[in-house]
C-alpha cells in the first residue's frame, strides 16, 4: 500500500523557517517524481514544487522561488521542502504527492498544516 | 502560465442526475496532460482521471472524462450522495503546474 506520512508543520513567526518532510513507502520511491501542493483555509490547490525521481531538477512556483527549497534522499525514502522566510499569506495545508511534470499525482499525503502568524 | 477555468462553481443534483463539469485552459494542454481530482472537506483531494479521459484505479466507470487542447469535460453519469465533494482540473504539462479554482458538486 502506498504512504505518504507528511511531517513538520506548526506554527512559526512572519520570516521564520520550517522544514516538511514526506516519508514514503509501498511503491519505489526513487522512481517517482514529487511534488508539494498546498491548500489554504477555505481554498483551493496550490502547486508549489516539484522534483524530479533523481532529484537533478526542481521547479517552483513563483510565489515561493528563491524562498523554498526541494530536496529529496532517495536511499531514505523522503522528500524535503525547506520554508524560508515565510509569510502569512504561506499559511495553508501542505500535501506531498508523487507526480510532477508529465507525471499525474495518484498518491497524496494526508497533509501537515503551516500557519505563520505573530 | 496556463491557466484553467472550471464551470460551473456549484452543481446541485439529485441523486441519479447527470454532472458534467467544465474545464477550459488559457492555451492548449500538451499531449492532454490533464487530470481531474475530487476532495471532499478534511480529505486530501484523491486522482480520479489522468490523460484526459483515462480512469484512475478503483474509480468507478460512472465517472468518465473527455476533451483536448483547451477544452475538458468531467462527466459523472449518475451523480450518488457519496459523489459531494469538490472537483479540479490540473494540467501537468508544464511548469508553472496549475489548478482550476474547483466545482463544488452538492447532491440535493
Known amino acids: 500500500e502506498v504512504q505518504l506520512l507528511e511531517s513538520g508543520g506548526g506554527l512559526v513567526q512572519p520570516g521564520g523557517s520550517l522544514r516538511l518532510s514526506c516519508a514514503a513507502s509501498g511503491f519505489t520511491f526513487s522512481s517517482y517524481a514529487m511534488s508539494w501542493v498546498r491548500q489554504a483555509p477555505g481554498k483551493g490547490l496550490e502547486w508549489v514544487s516539484s522534483?524530479?525521481?533523481?532529484?537533478?531538477?526542481?521547479y517552483h512556483a513563483d510565489s515561493v522561488k528563491g524562498r523554498f527549497t526541494l530536496s529529496r534522499d532517495n536511499s531514505k525514502n523522503t522528500l524535503f521542502l525547506q520554508m524560508n522566510s515565510l509569510r502569512a499569506e504561506d499559511t495553508a495545508v501542505y500535501y506531498c504527492?508523487?507526480?510532477?511534470?508529465?507525471?499525474?499525482?495518484?498518491?497524496w499525503g494526508q497533509g501537515t498544516l503551516v500557519t505563520v502568524s505573530s | 502560465e496556463i491557466v484553467l477555468t472550471q464551470s460551473p462553481g456549484t452543481l446541485s443534483l439529485s441523486p441519479g442526475e447527470r454532472a458534467t463539469l467544465s474545464c477550459r485552459a488559457s492555451q492548449s494542454v500538451s499531449s492532454s496532460y490533464l487530470a481531474w481530482y475530487q476532495q471532499k472537506p478534511g480529505q486530501a483531494p484523491r486522482l480520479l482521471i489522468y490523460?484526459?479521459?483515462s480512469r484512475a484505479t478503483g474509480i468507478p466507470d460512472r465517472f468518465s472524462a473527455s476533451g483536448s487542447g483547451t477544452d475538458f469535460t468531467l462527466t459523472i453519469s449518475r451523480v450518488e450522495p457519496e459523489d459531494s465533494a469538490v472537483y479540479f482540473c490540473?494540467?501537468?504539462?508544464?511548469?508553472?503546474?496549475?489548478f482550476g479554482g474547483g466545482t463544488r458538486v452538492e447532491i440535493k
Open positions: 490523460a484526459a479521459s
Open positions: 522534483i524530479s525521481s533523481s532529484g537533478g531538477a526542481t
Open positions: 504527492a508523487n507526480g510532477g511534470i508529465y507525471y499525474d499525482s495518484s498518491s
Open positions: 490540473q494540467q501537468y504539462a508544464s511548469s508553472p503546474l496549475t
